[in-house]
């Protein structure tokens, strides 16, 4: 008699004695090309408060196929497992038998062969209320199951236990996996960080396990480098253990749990981790060879020769800060500022020294404001919050509230008002009789109409600062401020700079209000990026604001009743607007907004999507964006939307993921982390095998291409 026909016969002998029920399977049971998954239970005292219940998820693979452990070592996806049960009844994490450890070419995988049963715990309360004679219960399981390729495979499965009576058909088959599961040990274990390796010592192993050679595997993931070659010894009762750490190296725990195992017994213990973990940073084989040239050439390199990148010195570090703070004055939405201040020059070529003192001062502005945003980033990170550059952009509320402010400076330079008539005489008469707090608070201007912007350079050292104690990161804030200062900071104790402007004159005035339109167009670009994060009417909502925000400070221009009048319709309007709409600007946008957005050929990234990708032995382009960043759309539109790079990724069978950074993400900011990137733009190639190469943060598409054309 098959197992088919005896579940079947014990269901029928289940419906007729309900004193000795069994499980009855509705769809217990899902079957593919390469694996048969079924779902199982044991509660041989039932479903009791306070008895042991058992529910379990039985994988047999074809010969030759595997699914992995929880964590799958080089590459791979553990079995995940999303559970619908009645009100009263709790499942647990799955008790993961031991693994076996599986070579695939230079890798090291950790995972199972033949049968394995993933067991799992349930806990009955006393909240638990039957209300018929039978329980269901709901999983939906995905696996990831490979031999030479990968295939991700899921399935949706039922079970029905009886709500009173035994259910221990498959005792045996739990008792077995359970076994299989390693023992917690209470005894001494401590691993500590010795340069690029981890020396482990565990005290108080059993006799069965002395002597032996042992099996080893780390819980926590990209740690080791699996496949490196490592040593044991014992000294005394106590085992050792020297691991090379991974050259990727994504996590650096403060407690490492590990499993022992010799043979079919198996051992875990917690161990905790002393020393300092080496900072995180992709190998040089990692980078483009375009984007080695470009940093070589700046200097970010040390020499061809070495083995290192932009962020593996705090020298190189700080001079691609100092460049990248250099870059940034060219965006559209600073360039003005510092424009406007440089001619300033020209109306008191005379005065040396107040240029001096105000360019010293605007210096200061910027590099405190730098500074200050630097350490707002780096607490809020060791706090535990997923953060990287451009943070403040992902909130629709800062998007919103620096939309408003362009609009205000657009206007001012435009000539529409001036700030000073808004002030009271005694507050307008500041700006002349302190020109140096003028200069500061320009660049802390200067700095918050910069905070949208990365220059190329910037995306390495700050990703390198994430990593540094935080005296050496703020040196990179400090010197990414000081770059963006340089420019003015020249013009003001050069005297030959300012000799190189015309005199004095009416071109002043057009030449102000000429650098209106970059304003305005930035605020345009803030609104499309609102878009993005809130749909079409947080756009619009935002959009009406400004008007209402306009008409107000064109208002308060006018002068006596006109002004009180119109002025108080305005701010009424404004209220009004702001009132009955403004909750849209900070909505975020439904999904299907969200999926009309993205051009066809891209799909939404996710880290295991990528491993999933590669893993099948797909090559993979991600491009890690977000619409606030000038540099992402300006690469969008010049390179990666063109016509003979979309024909090379199509002809190389790349997949297209698209990581939207606009938003807060935390996966995206910890795989930004992986490569050594703390902002975006990056651009990563992903190919089986492979580390994963980073193309440069200014993209060509001659760089591009020869990338994708690399075997």
Known sequence: MTF????????????????????????????????????LAHA???????????????????????TYWKNPGDSGLPTLVTWSLPAGIEAGEIAWPVPRKLPVGPLMNYGYEGTVLLPVPLTVTSAFKPVAAETEIQLKASWLVCQKECIPEEGSFTLKLPARGSTALHGGNFQAALAAVPQALKSGAQVRIEGQRLEISVAGLPAAARGKNLEFFPETGEVIDPPGAWTQAWKGEAWTASVPLSPHRGASPNVLPVVLAAGDQAWRVEAP??????????????????????????AALPNAGAPSTAGTTLLAALFGALLG????????????????KVVGF?????????????????????????????????????????????????????????????????LNLSGVFEFRSFLPSAVATLEAKHPVANAFLTGVLAVAVASPCTAPFMGASLGFAATLPAGEAMAIFVALGFGMALPYLAAAWIPAIAGWLPRPGAWMETFRRLMAFPMFATVAWLVWVLGQQSGIDGAASLLAVLVALSMVVWALTLHGRTRVILGSVALAGLAFVAWS?????????????????????WQPWAPERVQQLVAAGKPVFVDFTAAWCVTCQLNKKTTLSRTDVLEDFAKGNFTLLRADWTRR?????????????????VYVIYRPGRAPVVLSEVLGADEVRNAIGQM
């Open 581 to 601: 709409i403004g909750g849209a600007i900070t909505r975020p946008a439904t999904a299907a907004t969200v999926a009309r957005a993205m051009d066809s050929r």
């Open 346 to 410: 020209t109306q008191h070529a005379d005065d040396r020294r107040g240029h001096r003192i105000s360019g010293l001062a605007y210096t200061a502005g910027v590099i405190v404001s730098f500074a200050a945003l630097g350490a707002l980033m780096l607490a809020l990170r060791a706090a535990g919050e997923q953060l990287g550059w451009g943070f403040q952009l992902q909130s629709p509320g800062v998007v919103a509230t620096l939309a408003a402010l362009f609009t205000l400076i657009a």
């Open 273 to 298: 981790v002393t020393g300092t973990w080496p900072a995180k940073a992709a190998p040089a084989s990692a980078i483009s060879p375009a984007l080695q040239e470009a940093l070589r050439q700046s």
């Open 665 to 681: 993400d935390p996966a995206i900011t910890a795989a930004l982390a992986q490569l050594g990137r703390n902002g975006v733009p």
């Open 325 to 340: 703070g250099l870059i940034l004055n060219l965006m559209p939405c600073v360039f003005p500022v510092l424009a406007i």
């Open 4 to 39: 088919a026909r005896l579940l079947a016969a014990l269901s029928l002998a289940a419906a007729l004695l309900p004193a000795a029920s069994f499980a009855q399977a509705d769809k217990a049971v899902v079957t593919t090309e390469h694996v048969r998954a079924e779902l």
């Open 44 to 66: 041989p005292d039932g479903l009791e408060a306070g008895k042991p219940a058992w529910l379990g998820l039985k994988i047999t693979h074809k010969p030759e196929w595997h």
